[in-house]
């Protein structure tokens, strides 16, 4: 069983900036690629960043350029750095990690609200 646990999410004015992390636990044999997800209401849940077990990088294009993804294996931790925050970046923001058979586990999700 493996469980995820975000952090780091709030309130923030547009322009600001937010880092949220995503500590990975459990049953852990292997470094998985993991990835940065959102769910505004009403909308169906994107991809906001993955990182793969290399070190390589995607963004959704809405976040391009404003978002970075780390991740720390030793900790087992993935980080989502978010800069230059625009009202349209609020949604809940969910970790994700994807086992060496293809199963994605879910964390609760943390919140994110940029006010205008």
């Known amino acids: 069983q493996v469980r995820l646990v975000e952090s780091g999410g709030g309130l923030v004015q547009a322009g600001g900036y937010l880092r949220l992390s995503c500590a990975a636990s459990?049953?852990?044999?292997?470094?998985?690629?993991m990835g940065w997800y959102r769910q505004a209401p009403g909308k169906q849940r994107e991809m906001v960043a993955t990182?793969?077990?290399?070190?390589?990088?995607d963004y959704g294009d809405s976040v391009k350029g404003r978002f970075t993804i780390s991740r720390d294996n030793a900790k087992n931790t993935v980080y989502l750095q978010m800069n230059s925050l625009k009202p349209e970046d609020t949604a809940v923001y969910y970790c994700k990690l994807t086992s060496p058979g293809l199963y994605d586990y879910w964390g609760q999700g943390t919140q994110v609200t940029v006010s205008s």
């Open positions: 459990g049953s852990i044999f292997s470094i998985n690629p």
């Open positions: 990182i793969t077990v290399g070190g390589i990088t």
